[in-house]
């Protein structure tokens, strides 16, 4: 069993809005290893991060799962906007509330991000000391290669990048922002233009809180962004779990192997939605990240 409290902290002076996950139970000594948990690109916490939060919570854990500026409950402006670098400004204050809180050990503070979030939970990693180990679920991690290969070569991405450039002129000229789908079976201009259960199903990820829209002035900072070589300044303890059926796996490959620190790899089986919200995906993932953190945040 576990109990949650809703939570807010500061980040660049924008108010963010989170879940702080405890364990229901008195039988746990003293403060308590945190972790701070997000999900995948453009995503709110209740879409995967309050699955796996909770589920760590349950096993001993302090897990903050929230939204980050722009996104769900949280404030900012521009809305929707997929900004590497003001994610992971948002991961730093995030681990800067979590250690500070009442019922944590900030001296013993983790960090999972699950797809997308793998990158931004790195990056933050590589320069934050207090991050004293990382687990990431199902990386989505790009580097200039990996994005050619996902997005139909060098020209097709060269396109979204004038698209995304465009869009951020027009949006500094007029304050205006232009969105698309994230996902849609039927519109091209999409971000991802197919058919995907998990993100259509309102009894899965399509829900309320997640306004399925993608700001056209992210395509830049996106596909530009390298998480690869962001892997030899990790130097803590790194966890990888993922599946060859799933997103990208050479990206993964890639960035374990370029590892400045202690690092396992976990290849199990599954898709890439799989490990958003089934079974024995998840299962599997909180139950290897969870050995992981009871190990290297002792």
Excluded at 21 to 50: H, I, N, Q
Excluded at 177 to 182: A, G, I, K, S, T
Aim: proline content about 6%.
């Amino acid at each position: 069993m576990t109990r949650t409290q809703k939570v807010a902290f500061d980040s660049e002076g924008v108010a963010l809005t989170g879940h702080l996950f405890l364990p229901d139970r008195t039988d746990v000594p003293g403060p308590l290893p945190g972790v701070v948990v997000a999900g995948t690109w453009t995503s709110v916490k209740e879409l995967m991060a309050d699955r796996y939060a909770e589920r760590l919570a349950a096993r001993g854990f302090a897990a903050l799962s929230f939204d980050f500026t722009g996104f769900g409950e949280s404030e900012g402006e521009p809305r929707d906007v997929e900004d590497p670098a003001r994610k992971v400004r948002d991961i730093h204050h995030a681990v800067t509330f979590l250690g500070a809180h009442e019922a944590v050990d900030g001296a013993r503070l983790g960090a999972l991000g699950i797809c997308a979030a793998a990158m931004y939970m790195s990056d933050n990693a590589a320069g934050d000391p207090r991050v004293r180990s990382l687990a990431l679920v199902a990386p989505w991690l790009h580097d200039a290669a990996v994005v050619e290969e996902a997005y139909g070569g060098a020209e097709a991405v060269a396109e979204r990048i004038k698209t995304g450039r465009e869009a951020r002129a027009r949006y500094d000229e007029t304050g205006e922002v232009e969105y698309v789908p994230v996902v849609s079976a039927t519109d091209e201009r999409a971000a991802m233009p197919y058919d995907i259960n998990f993100y259509l199903n309102p009894a899965r990820g399509g829900i309320a809180a997640w306004p399925n829209r993608f700001a056209l002035m992210s395509w830049a900072d996106w596909l530009t962004y390298d998480a690869v070589a962001l892997a030899p300044r990790i130097e803590q303890p790194t966890l990888l779990v993922h599946s060859p059926d799933a997103a990208i796996p050479e990206g993964a490959r890639r960035f374990h192997a370029g590892l400045a620190g202690p690092k396992d790899f976990l290849w199990t089986q599954g898709t890439q939605f799989d490990f958003y919200d089934a079974e024995p995906q998840v299962g599997v993932g909180v139950d290897t990240v969870a050995a992981h953190f009871a190990r290297t945040l002792r």
